[in-house]
């Protein structure tokens, strides 16, 4: 199967299992979305474009799991229920063995800022979600200052971030650094 049905059937697949929340719906659409114009921006291989496609629509799988069962939606319960959650439905869908453990082991990741972040797709993914979150959770100026700082590393990333929430450029020079 081509990669864009793959992304199709995932983001169907998506919207089925956030029925009732559009918040999460519109969340997750939003992030895929930055996800691909920043990999496409810095000039990412095809693939990388469908892994962080994917990792858009699929990141939060595990916040409905941790509600249910936990009765909570931290950043490390999420990843506990959200990374066999995903590995599960990528197989289902059709993704590669390859590409479903590699998916799903960041999502098992991702709210752990202070993990050892290895690979573009890793980083773009925590950029898109930031570009979304620092939105919908209507954070002060100084708060997505931090943000800036702390998490974005592609240009692109910093590009669209800085143009979004209007930072002053200095800000972008200052921040960039190293992917460590
Ligand atoms: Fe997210």
Not at 35 to 45: F, N, P, R, V
Request: hydrophobic content about 40%; overall charge negative; glycine content about 8%.
């Amino acid at each position: 199967m081509k990669n864009e049905e793959l992304l199709e059937k995932l983001k169907w697949s998506m919207i089925e299992w956030e029925r009732g929340c559009p918040q999460r719906i519109q969340h997750f659409l939003k992030v895929s979305s930055f996800a691909a114009t920043i990999a496409k921006e810095e000039g990412a291989d095809g693939h990388t474009v469908f892994l962080v496609s994917a990792l858009g629509y699929i990141h939060d799988i595990g916040i409905r799991l941790s509600l249910e069962r936990e009765g909570r939606s931290d950043g490390k319960s999420q990843e506990k229920h959200g990374e066999p959650a995903a590995l599960q439905m990528l197989k289902e869908l059709g993704f590669t063995d390859q590409d479903a453990a590699r998916i799903s082991m960041i999502v098992g990741k991702h709210h752990t800022y202070d993990a050892k972040i290895e690979g573009l797709d890793f980083r773009i993914l925590l950029e898109a979600d930031a570009c979304v979150n620092m939105f919908e959770s209507d954070t002060s100026q100084e708060a997505k200052l931090t943000m800036l700082r702390d998490v974005f590393r592609t240009a692109a990333g910093k590009r669209i971030y800085t143009i979004m929430f209007d930072l002053a450029p200095e800000t972008v020079s200052s921040s960039s650094g190293s992917n460590a």
